[in-house]
Antibody, heavy 124, light 109 residues
Framework: DVQLVESGGGLVKPGGSLRLSCSAS????????MSWVRQAPGWGLEWVGR??????????DYAAPVKDRFTISRDDSKNTLFLQMNSLKTEDTAVYYCTTDGGYNGSPWGFQHWGQGTLVAVSS | QTVVTQEPSLTVSPGGTVTLTCASS?????????PAWFQQKPGQAPRALIY???NTHSWTPARFSGSLLGGKAALTLSGVQPEDEAEYHCLLYYGAARVFGGGTKLTVL
């Protein structure tokens, strides 16, 4: 079975940094594109960004609100996805989910599997 | 910035039919946006229901269907069950970017 387990969330002050991890199992992680999605309390889902597989270039794309502050990376040797968050703002407070992202738009693999999420709270 | 709009809330009676829609600020939604739909219940992660406009996953109940309707993506529930009460999110693909709608809270009453 596919499993995605996020960790690293917590309380951080505005301007601070945090690094989230997502441990993956049950599928060939190094072939998978992966995304981070967040959900502020009481709000809808917001796509944060995506990383392609290394075989597809390993490139990243980000949503405008986090571009230049957040960085997605991966360690295929450890089946782990990361989200480095810098210059955090109060509006970054949310549950952060890692999820599979299809290798092409409309893929059945896209957003098919989700972790349980990890809460990031940005407050002074 | 691209905005994807859903009805904030809808109410349906058990056994009834309801259609949720998903609109794009850039214009008509077409199959090129590969609309996807997700169900989310309180305290749970989202669950994928529909991908690429109208394709269902193996676990998607047959009463759920996806389509394009009047320039929007649509999710139709036919023969609604009490357990369908949930938040429903749509997703559109804009090239490398993905944009979720604000979600529709569906009440079964």
């Amino acid at each position: 079975d596919v499993q995605l387990v996020e960790s690293g969330g917590g309380l951080v002050k505005p301007g601070g940094s945090l690094r989230l991890s997502c441990s993956a199992s049950g599928f060939t992680f190094n072939n998978a594109w992966m995304s981070w999605v967040r959900q502020a309390p009481g709000w809808g889902l917001e796509w944060v960004g995506r990383i392609k597989s290394e075989s597809d270039g390993g490139t990243t794309d980000y949503a405008a609100p986090v571009k230049d502050r957040f960085t997605i990376s991966r360690d295929d040797s450890k089946n782990t996805l990361f989200l480095q968050m810098n210059s955090l703002k109060t509006e970054d407070t949310a549950v952060y989910y890692c999820t599979t992202d299809g290798g092409y738009n409309g893929s059945p693999w896209g957003f098919q599997h989700w972790g349980q999420g990890t809460l990031v709270a940005v407050s002074s | 910035q691209t905005v994807v709009t859903q009805e904030p809330s809808l109410t349906v009676s058990p056994g009834g039919t309801v259609t949720l829609t998903c609109a794009s600020s850039t214009g008509a939604v077409t199959s090129a946006y590969c609309p996807a739909w997700f169900q989310q219940k309180p305290g749970q992660a989202p669950r994928a229901l529909i991908y690429d406009t109208s394709n269902t996953h193996s676990w998607t109940p047959a009463r759920f269907s996806g389509s394009l309707l009047g320039g929007k993506a649509a999710l139709t529930l036919s023969g609604v069950q009490p357990e369908d009460e949930a938040e429903y999110h749509c997703l559109l693909y804009y090239g490398a970017a993905r944009v979720f709608g604000g979600g529709t809270k569906l009440t079964v009453l």
